[in-house]
């Protein structure tokens, strides 16, 4: 009797787990589905189907990172900026708060809004998880430069250009600090780059006009 109880108890545990696996997997297809019909309404420009597909099935994908990364994503696009809000904040805490992705996506919408106090410190909760980000570091130094805070903007646009030298923005809005701060030899290498880098460069060519 025992021995048939014992087999019993298997059998039903082995029929759960057979179960619960079917529908772990109905659920990852759904899912699936959705966010590939997604992706396609997307290119074609059908943002609110886009959010739609993703949205039907949004229970049962809540907790999922990557849904509500994406959804923060589409939401932006669609210019239905708080709903965009909520879904990377939601990202963000799915994460463990070390998201710099959902950090990075958060910022479009603030930034779409004008509540460029909260892009500040998007950005500043970037830099305190990734010192060398360079789009913080950018965007920061860009920031603090249409401020007039001159040597805030130095700081993390120097961290940007050290990362990407090569680069055009780096170049054009630390040669402008630089010129802002009456550094003239620097300001002039710098936006001589950023000339190099995109020809005919109108920002560029009138601060080196300022220079001469």
């Known amino acids: 009797m025992k021995k048939f109880v014992l087999i019993s108890v298997s059998a039903i545990l082995i029929i759960v787990g057979v179960l ?8 990852s297809s759904s899912i699936l589905t959705a966010f590939h019909e997604s992706l396609k309404q997307e290119d074609a420009k059908q943002y609110p189907k886009a959010i739609q597909s993703l949205e039907a099935g949004y229970k049962q994908s809540k907790d999922d990172y990557l849904v509500n990364l994406r959804l923060g994503w589409l939401h932006y696009l669609a210019k239905n900026y708080d709903e965009s809000k909520k879904y990377y904040a939601q990202a963000f805490s799915l994460s463990g708060s070390k998201s710099v992705e959902a950090l ?10 004008n509540d460029w106090d909260a892009v500040v410190g998007a950005y ?12 913080a570091n950018l965007r920061l130094g860009q920031i603090m430069l249409n401020r007039g805070m001159y040597a805030e903007a130095k700081e993390y646009l120097e961290k940007a250009h050290t990362a990407y030298p090569g680069s055009y923005e780096p ?5 402008w600090t630089h010129y802002y701060l009456g550094n003239k030899q620097k300001a002039t290498s710098l936006l001589t780059t950023a000339l190099m ?8 060519t009138r ?4 220079l001469k």
Request: hydrophobic residues 45%; without cysteine.
């Open 20 to 27: 619960a696996t079917s529908v772990l997997s109905q659920k």
């Open 104 to 113: 990075l996506g958060r910022t479009l919408p603030l930034s779409a809004v």
């Open 124 to 135: 500043m909760s970037i830099l305190r998880l990734d010192p060398m980000n360079y789009s």
């Open 171 to 175: 170049n054009l809005s630390l040669g």
């Open 197 to 204: 880098l995109s020809p005919g460069d109108s920002l560029a």
């Open 207 to 210: 601060g080196l006009n300022l």
